[in-house]
Nanobody, 117 residues
């Protein structure tokens, strides 16, 4: 059974930092592009950042210079370090695993990030 379990969300003041983690089970992690997406109330889910199995990184413009995605293949885990957080970063953050040759795609349950003073 495939599991993607996010952690690390919470309430933080503007300008603060959080580190999200997504631990995976049941997939061959090394062959998956891992990503973070977010969805704010009333808005569509949007890409935050992805990292391929080869380490190629794509970051949304809204996250550039503030967020860093990384992966630890030994731990089957992907991370999102978020710095200089803004109220507009408030959203549910979802972990995604995608095997592009096959099209297999999995989602975590999400972790809430709230940026507020």
């Amino acid at each position: 059974q495939v599991q993607l379990v996010e952690s690390g969300g919470g309430l933080v003041q503007p300008g603060g930092s959080l580190r999200l983690s997504c631990a995976t089970r049941g997939i061959n992690f090394n062959f998956y592009t891992m990503g973070w997406y977010r969805q704010a109330p009333g808005k569509q889910r949007e890409l935050v950042a992805t990292i391929s199995s080869g380490g190629t990184i794509i970051v949304a413009d809204s996250a550039k210079r503030r967020f860093t995605i990384s992966r630890d293949n030994a731990k089957n885990t992907v991370y999102l370090q978020m710095n200089s957080l803004k109220p507009e970063d408030t959203a549910a953050y979802y972990c995604n695993a995608e095997n592009r040759p096959t099209g297999w795609k999995y989602w975590g349950q999400g972790t809430q990030v709230t940026v507020s003073s």
